[in-house]
């Protein structure tokens, strides 16, 4: 398995971005997969998933209302809108894929079995 991120970058407070992860090594359209960020010092954070049994998504409160995960089921392509971004979401973003056990949301990003190599997100006036 094998998801490569794109569509990090430099922005300013308040600007957008949008993040894909295009995966490859698997067919099933139905794996729980999601976007969980890493700031410097800080815990990982999962950000958002969508789960493989109906597509509900889940968000962390921090980013509830500003960002909006999507899958393209036609390729499993993952994407992640993030609009009014603030400096706070300066982080490294990974994209994941959980494909042992339940295709609900894992409680804990370590339940992801594969990961992509992350984009740089920075935010800063």
């Known amino acids: 398995v094998h998801l490569v991120e794109s569509g990090g970058g430099l922005v300013q407070p308040g600007d957008s971005l949008r993040l894909s992860c295009k995966p490859s090594?698997?067919?099933?359209?139905?794996?729980?997969m999601g976007w969980v960020r890493q700031a410097p010092g800080k815990e990982r954070e999962r950000v958002s998933c969508?789960?493989?049994?109906?597509?509900?998504?889940t968000y962390a409160d921090s980013v509830k209302g500003r960002f909006t995960i999507s899958r393209d089921l036609a390729d499993n392509t993952l994407y992640l809108q993030m609009n009014n971004l603030n400096t706070e979401d300066t982080a490294i973003y990974y994209c994941?894929?959980?494909?042992?056990?339940?295709?609900?949301?894992?409680?804990?990003?370590?339940?992801?079995?594969?990961w992509g190599q992350g984009t740089q997100v920075t935010v800063s006036s």
């Open positions: 994941a894929v959980k494909r042992s056990g339940s295709r609900w949301c894992p409680t804990y990003s370590s339940e992801y079995d594969s």
């Open positions: 090594g698997f067919r099933r359209n139905d794996y729980a």
């Open positions: 969508i789960n493989g049994y109906d597509g509900t998504t």
